[in-house]
């Protein structure tokens, strides 16, 4: 691949694609050392399970920075030895760090770069940075600039890229299997790819950083329209799929507790989107077409009610709230076998509702539901019904029996879960309701499809439909003025639905308040 010319001129000449392959090369292999010290540290290689997600993420690193580079030589070649020269650099100091200190790289650790002052940097500087240095950066820096790129043939890089990039697709989607090992881990191996992992997440610190700037546009104010005390519980759930409720026509019993509450099981619900992020912005929002408004827990407080956001899990919009509250703040006060679990949230709430001066409470419970791929780690082991239980990340270490057996058990935890809700909000004796939805559902295997996040279009039912279950008190029933058996249960229903329903239960007159997406309005009431 590498031609001397005959007359020994300085530079050596290369044809485009193969400068392409040799830039993407050598960007695969000298500078992941972390990456690949990871992936042989967590994982078994001498199994094949293990191999294969080992060439998996070797195949995804190769042809990526390739379609890249390839993309950066056709526009211009000179333009990609000016780039390798300046990230060489960089990846040499960061690669140092990254083994020495065992950091990842971040958008948490990129905020602490940008974060630190000058003085505490320049303390780090070692005689051991200089030889990465000059191993990693200078010396491969001096040989491709003295590399001269022959007129290049577009179409036979192109071709090379595309090849790539379609035998990866084939043998990533045959390895199926390793897709919930590289999803546990997806976090920590894309901090460890450089460059990708310092520029991807520079560009989303500052995007975070701008939007967090930028305040949310506020809701127009309403009022609420009498002074009774009445609380809501929004339970919002992760990763239960409607599919494995038994509630919802699931022949496995995973819901023994909840079918001798008295509650409303909504007809078939969508998600909003296929993850936790974007539904959970959904489930709170006004109007579930538009994003950057206030969220229904930061409304609430702002027009005066007492609100409070306990959370197990993460990826809330910000809510400006009374009191916001990680599980682990609650442990010292929780008392029961399920204090790991999302027990921990319900620590109290009893107390929260009743001393509240507050006419109008919202208690927001973010739990960790069903997430998974570690779905046996979601319940106390008196939960472990369904046997046996896939214990392993490596997915081809179970059966597909196993894998639904443990996600099953998360689900009858979930049942106690919120049986517990309804039985102590039950004591208060009060006008309260409690909404339980989840954020979006989840494969376990269908259609060799696992997890979710699948593009909305293409996403099967399984991560789309979702457990939406309504408890209201017997004084809320009287006050609102509707049976559970008069809810009109015709058509479907959403994540649309939770934002006015809530507002329609606290008795909140508001100009953006739209009756038709309140379950509980009563004709006749209002
Ligand atoms: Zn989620």
Redo the contacts with the bound molecule.
Sequence with gaps: MLHMPDNLKKSWVMAGHHFTLMVTLMNTLLFNGALYAYVASHLDLLTMGGLMIAASIAAIVFTFNLCFISLLVIISPALVKLLFVITSLINAVALYYMLSYQVTLDITMISNIFNTRTSESVELLTPTLFIYAILLAVIPSALMLKIKVKPRKRLHIIINAVIALIVTMVFLYANASSWLWLDKHAKILGGKVLPWSYIVNTIRYYKQQSKNDKPATLLPAGKFTSEQKIAVVLIIG??ARAHNFSLYGYARETNPLLKTDDILVMNKTTACTT??TG??ACMLSHDVQQSGYEPLPSYLHRMGAKVVWRSN?W?EPPVDVSKYQIGGDLLAQCHGEDCQFDGVLLTGIEDEITSSDKHKVLIVLHTK?S?GPSYYSRYPESFEKFTPVCRHEELSQCTTQELVNAYDNTILYTDYFLHQAISRLQQLHMPVMLVYAS??GESLGEEGLYL?GTPFMFAPAYQKEVPFIIWRSKELIKLQGISNADVQQIGEFSHAHIFHTILGALGMQSPIYNKELDILHSKKLR
């Design positions: 992760e990763t993850y936790t539904s959970v899990n990826g539901g997430h954020d979006h979710h």
